[in-house]
């Protein structure tokens, strides 16, 4: 019984050791004074000419420690995986990133996309942009009947324009 007795109580002794011991926990990640804030970007709306579609993104984002990442993600509305984009920084316009994801849209016919934008700053402080939706449509000319179309009708009024042209400015025959 006294051997039970000292185990016992060598485990509750432990038990409140260990429970004074202080908790340390650390992160790597340095607090910034502001959050990532993304600006100009909304729901998109465009028309295309053919199956051959792009979603393109395009956002600013500003952080006062600077951004060092700036990715797009979409996806389908009826689709659950993502597709990420790493944007490229703008040289003409400050904070702008751009980048775009080709997809094929049904002919002819619609999809909506899901955009979001995911942006880390220098000290690896990131966030998340609200959702937007992108509204693709495709009207359904192919480029070639395009192309005929509008070299027929160049043409028309190319051959037209130059019969008013001698008509008009017709040389007289001389005397």
């Known amino acids: 019984m006294r051997i039970v007795s000292w185990k016992l109580l060598t485990i509750v ?8 011991l202080p908790t340390i926990s650390y992160t790597n990640q340095v607090l910034s ?11 998109f709306y465009a028309d295309f000419l053919n199956e051959n579609a792009s979603v393109w993104f395009h ?11 700036v990715i797009g993600s979409t996806r389908e509305t009826t689709e659950d995986l993502w597709h990420n984009v790493t944007l490229i920084a703008s ?8 980048g775009y994801y080709p997809v094929i ?3 002819p016919g619609s999809i909506i996309f899901e955009v979001k934008y ?4 220098s000290l690896n402080n990131w966030n998340v942009s609200d959702t937007v939706f992108y509204y693709l449509n495709n009207i359904g000319m192919n480029s070639p009947d395009l192309d005929l179309s509008l070299l027929v009708t160049i043409s028309a009024i190319s051959v037209a324009a130059g019969f008013l042209i001698v008509i008009l400015f017709r040389i007289k025959p001389m005397k």
């Open 13 to 20: 002794g432990l038990c409140c050791l260990l429970s004074n």
């Open 33 to 43: 004074s502001e959050n990532l804030i993304f600006s100009d970007y909304s729901d």
């Open 59 to 69: 956002v600013t984002v500003t952080d006062s420690d600077g951004v060092d990442l």
């Open 91 to 98: 040289e003409s316009q400050p904070n702008r990133y751009y």
């Open 105 to 107: 849209l049904p002919s």
């Open 118 to 121: 995911f942006a880390a700053d």
